[in-house]
Each structure stands twice: as structure tokens, then as C-alpha cells.
């Protein structure tokens, strides 16, 4: 029997990524309130007790110099990724001490940190991390960014989708083991926007 595209309907994959619609957040017509529990009912079925704690969480939507972008189904959250920029997250050496003094990070102006990308579960698989992804980077672009870094592990092929995804834009690459967190070996990558 054909599939569904062999007989020209769309694929579930297809018929899930056109219903879905990707906003960049506003807290003035979004409070956080509003999306908490969508967001951290991602964040622990995508990343379990690794994931970030709601007070990280709230920060990073509603921090006037963080970028968080969302991904809807109707009404519902289904996936988000937000940034914040260096000179924010490398400013705090009692987190991140290790990777200033051990991994040479520095921070820079015109560059921000993507700190989480989750997508539900259920919608793994429906290409929505691409366009979210790309709606972030322009976002990014206004604000007169010209640089993305990011750290993936490299279990579950996350480090690996970066480096397909960003080729000819990885201006640094650089694999490492985390010491303080249990997420295994990691690459860090910073990118051109």
C-alpha cells in the first residue's frame, strides 16, 4: 500500500511542522506565568533532573538581554530555545571558572550563548529545532550579534547535528569533558552568524 505522500497527503512530519507557528518571546505579552508550565514540562521530558531549574529557566525567558525564541502547536509550547550573551555568562566565575581558565573562553560583545534548545518528546523528529534555530539567529542578527556559541553533547548525536548543520560557519571547534556536570564528552562550538 503507498504511504502517505506516495498518494500525495502529507506526512505526519509535514501536516505537525505546517500546524506549528515560531514566535520570538515577548514577556510584555507573554508573561512568564504564562508559559511556565509548558516550558518546564519540556525541559524535564526532553533533559530529565539535568535539566535547568525554573529560576534558570524564567531568567533566560524574561531577562531584558536574553533572546528566547518558541515553538506553538495551537495554543501549546512545544519546543524553545533561548541566548544570552557572553558577557553575561562567562561574567560569573564561580560557574564557570573551568571553562574561562581550562577551555580559553572569553567573552565578546558580539557574541551570545545558546543555553538551551528542547523540544518536546512527542514532536522530536518534525524538523522544528532547524526553523527555531534560524528564527533565533535573526533575531540574534538585529540585536548586532555576529557570533553563536554553543556546548552539545556528544551522546544522542546532538554535537553531530551541529557540525552538519553549521558547516562553513564553525569558526571554533573543541572537544572536552565536563568535570562538574555528568553529560559525558561534550564539543564546544562557536559559529558565525
Aim: glycine residues 6%.
Amino acid at each position: 500500500m503507498p504511504n502517505r505522500s506516495e498518494r500525495g497527503m502529507p506526512s505526519q512530519e509535514d501536516e505537525i511542522r505546517t500546524r506549528c507557528t515560531f514566535h520570538v518571546y515577548d514577556p510584555a505579552t507573554m508573561p512568564w506565568e504564562t508559559v511556565r508550565d509548558d516550558v518546564m514540562g519540556i525541559e524535564e521530558a526532553q533533559f530529565g533532573e539535568d535539566g535547568f531549574w525554573e529560576e534558570q529557566l524564567k531568567a533566560g525567558f524574561t531577562d531584558d538581554e536574553n533572546t528566547a525564541v518558541i515553538v506553538k502547536d495551537n495554543d501549546k509550547i512545544v519546543g524553545f530555545t533561548y541566548s544570552l550573551p557572553t558577557t553575561a555568562v562567562y561574567s560569573h566565575p564561580e560557574h564557570y571558572a573551568w571553562y574561562n581558565e581550562e577551555l580559553g573562553r572569553t567573552a565578546n560583545e558580539d557574541t551570545a550563548y545558546i543555553s538551551d534548545i528542547a523540544i518536546h518528546p512527542n514532536y522530536v523528529g518534525h524538523r522544528l529545532a532547524g526553523p527555531m534555530s534560524q528564527l533565533l539567529e535573526e533575531a540574534l542578527r538585529q540585536k548586532g550579534y555576529q557570533h553563536i556559541e554553543q556546548d552539545a553533547m556528544m551522546k544522542h548525536g546532538h554535537a553531530a547535528n551541529i557540525e552538519k548543520n553549521y558547516q562553513g560557519r564553525i569558526v571554533k571547534q573543541q572537544q572536552y569533558f565536563d568535570p562538574e556536570e555528568n553529560l559525558g564528552e561534550m564539543i564546544f562550538f562557536r559559529i558565525r552568524l
